[in-house]
């Protein structure tokens, strides 16, 4: 396989699977007209692929993925890099970055986003006559970006009070239900306002809607605010070293002190909101003032017993996430193991090319590929090398490619010993396979090298870790996870089938062992 016919693939799956999800969510009315508008591009991608495989079918993947890499790719990357800098409350660098992207995807609301963004750093430098005539365009009408800008004009001036009243009583219900940017605004305030049970009743409520985020942030967010106004100090902390890790610094601290006092230790907290006092902060200079000169509502007084089952339930979904959403930052940095193979497979693959090309059947040959009739002439070491060999640049890419992302979360939950004798057993058990396969004439391969089967191994034994979860923790970050990886199986399943130079018979003995493997070894968790 070419890297046109791999780029065909990646694209045409990247844009079906686009527009199945976006048909399945263009029911969220506060953001049809946003998923509407992938599907189209994901369409108009399709369309183009096809037309280009009908003229000119040697050049069809290469102009699909650059479309793909322009009108999906860098959109969907700027437009999380915008809302992550305008968290930071970098609001002129979000806008500016924002109108650039307005060009790549032209949906007016984001266009429209990006102005509310220059609005804010307009009010940041003190030129807020300018950002009221911005603001004015949207305040009257009814829309998302409406309500966007008066939920933020309400945190601004610290009017938690009034953006309760506002939800309350000119909001219909069915908003809430669909806008989950505005459901978090409406927790916060509950939280501001003392009102910690109904905080907790309602993220308990929108707990699924918020989930619906691709990146997770607003349900974070929410247990953000959950476990600072109910003094969870340890969960608090959790969150900031992971899932909310990319927060600047002075937010980190605002929430950090918040848990302080309402945790108890209310001097600690005085000393740090006046640590902070001097920020420059837009959105936390009021909420400051408050914290200094109003005080907290005491959870431990008013948290029903049913409150502190939500808050109990909170830290071990979060604690579930950490393990089985694959997105805590310290796994890859932790994963030795991982780095290890990836390195000592870069190694074999510099020796390929300098001892004759990595696509020279002969210098394979004197380096261990596996070829089932000498492997039972005595040849077992090939089991072994084999593995660490690839036929060309594109091969090594893409198993260690599978191999960074799948790794480390193995890695983690079964500690580098284990997970090194996974990765040995199937890389060497999927050999193993192929040549039994090979001699019985159920296989044709008579010639094989990759970490394919390891790979498809970790695969499995991801399965393996994450359907235990679901069984036996009821851990919703694992069943939704182990969707994800069954998808990855049943792609890789057609994708073979699909490439007869592909070896069907060593990835799916790889993944079955990985998955039988994976079973029988005990979660370690790094320790934890």
């Given at each position: 396989m070419?890297?046109?016919?791999?780029?065909?693939?990646?694209?045409?799956?990247?844009?079906?699977?686009?527009?199945?999800?976006?048909?399945?969510?263009?029911?969220?009315?506060?953001?049809?007209?946003?998923?509407?508008s992938?599907?189209?591009?994901?369409?108009?991608i399709?369309?183009?692929?096809?037309?280009?495989?009908?003229?000119?079918?040697?050049?069809?993947?290469?102009?699909?993925?650059?479309?793909?890499?322009?009108?999906?790719?860098?959109?969907?990357?700027?437009?999380?890099?915008?809302?992550?800098l305008?968290i930071?409350?970098?609001?002129?660098?979000?806008?500016?970055?924002?109108?650039?992207?307005?060009?790549?995807?032209?949906?007016?609301s984001?266009?429209?986003?990006?102005?509310?963004?220059?609005?804010?750093?307009?009010?940041?430098q003190?030129?807020?006559?300018?950002?009221?005539?911005?603001?004015?365009?949207?305040?009257?009408?009814?829309?998302f970006?409406?309500?966007?800008?008066?939920?933020?004009?309400?945190?601004?001036?610290?009017?938690?009070?009034?953006?309760?009243?506002?939800?309350?009583?000119?909001?219909?219900?069915?908003?809430?239900?669909?806008?989950?940017?505005?459901?978090?605004?409406?927790?916060?305030?509950?939280?501001?306002?003392?009102?910690?049970?109904?905080?907790?009743?309602?993220?308990?409520?929108?707990?699924?809607?918020?989930?619906?985020?691709?990146?997770?942030?607003?349900?974070?967010?929410?247990?953000?605010?959950a476990?600072?106004?109910?003094?969870?100090k340890?969960?608090?902390?959790r969150?900031?070293?992971?899932?909310?890790?990319?927060?600047?610094?002075?937010?980190?601290?605002?929430?950090?002190?918040?848990?302080?006092?309402t945790?108890?230790?209310?001097?600690?907290?005085?000393?740090?909101?006046?640590?902070?006092?001097?920020?420059?902060?837009?959105?936390?200079?009021?909420?400051?003032?408050?914290?200094?000169?109003?005080?907290?509502?005491?959870?431990?007084?008013?948290?029903?017993?049913?409150?502190?089952?939500?808050?109990?339930?909170?830290?071990?979904?979060?604690?579930?996430?950490?393990?089985?959403?694959?997105?805590?930052?310290?796994?890859?940095?932790?994963?030795?193991?991982?780095?290890?193979?990836?390195?000592?497979?870069?190694?074999?693959?510099?020796?390929?090319?300098?001892?004759?090309?990595?696509?020279?059947?002969?210098?394979?040959?004197?380096?261990?590929?596996?070829?089932?009739?000498?492997?039972?002439?005595?040849?077992?070491?090939?089991?072994?090398?084999?593995?660490?060999?690839?036929?060309?640049?594109?091969?090594l890419?893409?198993?260690?490619?599978?191999?960074?992302?799948?790794?480390?979360?193995?890695?983690?939950?079964?500690?580098?010993?284990?997970?090194?004798?996974?990765?040995?057993?199937?890389?060497?058990?999927?050999?193993?396979?192929?040549?039994?396969?090979?001699?019985?004439?159920?296989s044709?391969?008579?010639?094989?090298?990759?970490?394919?089967?390891?790979?498809?191994?970790?695969?499995?034994?991801t399965?393996?870790?994450?359907?235990?979860?679901?069984?036996?923790?009821?851990?919703?970050?694992?069943?939704?996870?182990?969707q994800?990886?069954l998808?990855?199986?049943?792609?890789?399943?057609?994708?073979?089938?699909?490439?007869?130079?592909?070896?069907?018979?060593?990835?799916?003995?790889?993944?079955?062992?990985?998955?039988?493997?994976?079973s029988?070894?005990?979660?370690?968790?790094?320790?934890?």
């Amino acid at each position: 396989m070419d890297i046109n016919q791999l780029l065909l693939w990646i694209v045409c799956t990247s844009c079906i699977l686009n527009i199945i999800v976006g048909i399945r969510r263009v029911g969220m009315r506060h953001s049809a007209m946003y998923i509407r508008s992938w599907i189209w591009v994901a369409g108009f991608i399709l369309v183009a692929t096809a037309t280009a495989y009908f003229l000119i079918p040697a050049k069809a993947g290469l102009i699909a993925g650059g479309l793909w890499g322009i009108f999906m790719l860098v959109p969907i990357l700027g437009f999380r890099l915008v809302n992550q800098l305008a968290i930071a409350e970098r609001f002129g660098a979000a806008s500016q970055l924002g109108n650039i992207l307005y060009w790549l995807h032209p949906i007016e609301s984001w266009h429209q986003y990006s102005n509310l963004l220059w609005a804010l750093e307009l009010i940041k430098q003190g030129a807020t006559e300018q950002a009221e005539r911005i603001i004015n365009r949207y305040k009257s009408t009814n829309s998302f970006l409406s309500r966007q800008t008066m939920a933020t004009l309400y945190q601004m001036e610290g009017r938690w009070q009034d953006l309760l009243e506002w939800i309350d009583t000119e909001l219909p219900q069915r908003i809430l239900q669909t806008d989950p940017n505005l459901v978090i605004y409406y927790l916060r305030a509950l939280g501001e306002t003392g009102q910690l049970n109904r905080l907790l009743q309602e993220l308990k409520r929108f707990e699924l809607i918020l989930e619906q985020t691709d990146t997770g942030v607003n349900q974070n967010m929410g247990r953000l605010f959950a476990f600072a106004f109910c003094g969870q100090k340890e969960q608090l902390i959790r969150l900031f070293k992971g899932a909310l890790a990319f927060y600047p610094s002075h937010t980190r601290q605002f929430w950090l002190a918040t848990v302080n006092w309402t945790a108890g230790d209310k001097e600690l907290a005085r000393q740090q909101f006046l640590a902070l006092s001097n920020t420059s902060s837009l959105f936390y200079q009021n909420a400051i003032q408050k914290r200094l000169y109003e005080s907290l509502i005491d959870p431990r007084r008013v948290l029903t017993p049913e409150s502190r089952q939500i808050l109990s339930r909170l830290a071990v979904d979060l604690q579930h996430q950490v393990r089985y959403s694959g997105r805590d930052r310290f796994m890859g940095a932790k994963a030795y193991g991982t780095w290890a193979i990836i390195g000592l497979n870069v190694l074999m693959f510099i020796a390929e090319v300098k001892l004759g090309g990595s696509q020279n059947i002969y210098t394979l040959y004197r380096l261990g590929a596996l070829v089932p009739k000498d492997v039972f002439n005595g040849d077992w070491w090939r089991l072994f090398a084999s593995t660490f060999l690839h036929f060309g640049f594109l091969h090594l890419l893409m198993n260690m490619f599978g191999l960074y992302i799948l790794g480390p979360f193995v890695e983690y939950a079964l500690g580098i010993g284990q997970y090194l004798l996974l990765y040995l057993t199937t890389g060497i058990g999927s050999m193993l396979v192929v040549c039994w396969a090979t001699e019985l004439g159920y296989s044709q391969a008579d010639f094989v090298v990759g970490a394919s089967g390891c790979v498809m191994g970790i695969v499995g034994a991801t399965a393996a870790i994450l359907l235990r979860g679901w069984y036996q923790e009821k851990s919703r970050a694992a069943s939704k996870r182990l969707q994800f990886i069954l998808f990855v199986i049943a792609f890789q399943v057609v994708f073979d089938l699909s490439n007869p130079e592909i070896s069907f018979t060593g990835h799916t003995a790889g993944l079955i062992i990985g998955f039988v493997v994976g079973s029988l070894l005990k979660a370690d968790w790094q320790g934890q």
